[in-house]
């Protein structure tokens, strides 16, 4: 199935199919995609990441990911300094194509990708092994119990993110900031997050759950 909507582009995190987040939202054409998406579109956007986080005015052919999801907005708010607020639950998986910008809101077509479903069992005993490694490395108080019931690998993938993230010492993977919250950051740490990003978007680009899972296991290893 195809269909074209407005987009949202998205610096440092990864859209996972099944949940849910805010974001804070400054730049001109992402607070005019909003208002379309709403007024003409049933709140329904695609959401794609960026490749180099630090892009400001990123162009569909070279800086974005050629996978992402169907999103809706649940709820947004509007600040008196020009910025809002969005929250979005993130649907199911699209590949991106033909972009167009129209008076300053990009669209594109997505088409819906398949999933096979999760081997659960083998899923469970390697979430464990994750979550152990994930441990030793949280702060004291910090918790983290992977979803032993879980039969969707994308909550679980999130919390991961979420984890890495915090145990990164990220800008938070929520922003999506007017002012650019990167660049201030060393050509090391941009190289080490672009790269983590890259990785993390291999679980959207990727149809088996089997090769997901490694993509999960590879994130988690660089911490070792």
Known sequence: MKEILPCLFLRELVPL????????????????????????YN????VI????????NPKPSEDLFS????????KSSNFTDGTAKIFLKFEDRR?????????NTWYAE???????????NNFIKRAEKLNTQLAKKLPEGQEFCTPSGEKDFYKFALRIQELISFIDNDCG???????????????????RKNNRIAKTQKLLSLNS?????????????FYE
């Open 17 to 40: 199919p099944g949940n849910e987040t805010h974001l804070c939202i400054g730049r001109e054409f992402t607070l005019n995609m909003i208002k379309k998406s709403v007024e003409l």
């Open 110 to 120: 997505g088409e819906k990708l398949k999933a096979e479903d999760l081997k659960i």
């Open 173 to 191: 993977i929520t922003l999506e900031k007017f002012s650019n919250p990167f660049r201030n950051l060393s050509e090391e740490e941009l190289k």
């Open 43 to 46: 709140s329904s956007v695609f």
């Open 49 to 56: 990441t960026q490749i180099e986080l630090e892009c400001e």
């Open 209 to 221: 759950n089997e090769e997901r899972m490694a993509i999960l296991e590879e994130l988690v290893n």
């Open 67 to 74: 996978v992402g999801v169907k999103a809706k907005i649940l």
């Open 95 to 103: 590949s991106m194509s033909k972009y167009e910008n129209k008076e």
